[in-house]
């Protein structure tokens, strides 16, 4: 970081954000409390190993905001007239992010002694920078939602994944086991999917998972949950359901994939496909992995009566 000398330009602070509505005597005052640096393309500004105690607002360049580790994609670019630091300038801790030059950039940095004095001489950059940091949770917060959404979600079929799994059958379990009510699985493999991806091909294939999904995830009520647990192999939780209703509800599924000889693809026109089905019913106090192991014993037996039934 190069510290240079840098000519005042008061109507372009006047425009940045962090300076609107900043009366021009308490700007000139507030400048002097600045100081200009430049940075060079990849130089780490703010680490989360190093304590920060500047304020920095970007004139020219563009500043890489990095999550966890620098090798990961940036989550947010800080453009010319956008801050950099805000949080740990307040609180005096350590950065929760890397801060990366992207490029040569130019910046006026504050340290933060004197943010005290800042309370005093213009109220209206604190409000400013309390917008900012607002801005800033209310960004972070859809990062965290959007991280959680594709986390529990398999893209392909937009159903929940494996992960989710794990997380809502505790939950289930719990309210179940608790309630004194049963819940019972179903384990569901695609019958000779591996020829129908050497016939078809792999997109074909993924169609057919997708047909899996929408043709069965319709039927369902909406507190079951339909997974794809690897491959093409899906559960289906089935709260307050005993192995013998489940039993009719499998056999429901299965007949409505099995009446359906083809179906529309952006590939054209593709034969249908059928599934097995392994069934089990929760025994207290089962782990997800327990109840999972029954039911592909039960789906190993589907498969070799046949396949295309269920069996549990």
Known sequence: MKHVHWQEDLALLSRLRLFQNVAASNLQLLLKEFHACDLEAGEVVLSPFNRNQYLYLVLKGRL?????SLDNSPVSTVEPGECAGEISFIDNDCPCAYVVASEPTSALRLHRHSLASLFQQAPQLMQNLLEVLCERVRQGNRVILDTEQSAKIDTLTGLFNRRWLEHIYQRESNRCAFNEQPLSLLMLDVDHFKAYNDCHGHL??????CLVAH???NQLRPKDSMAR?????????????????ARVIGERLRHSLAQIPSFYSPLGVLPG???SIGLAEMRRPDSLQALIGRADEALYQAKQDGRNRLSG
Do not use: S, W
Not at 64 to 68: H, T
């Open 229 to 245: 647990f690897g491959g093409e192999e899906f559960v289906i939780l089935l709260p307050e359901i005993a192995g013998d209703e």
């Open 273 to 275: 496909i059928t599934v």
């Open 204 to 209: 074909a294939g993924d169609y057919a998972l």
């Open 215 to 217: 043709t069965l995830r």
């Open 64 to 68: 890489k905001v990095y999550l966890g």
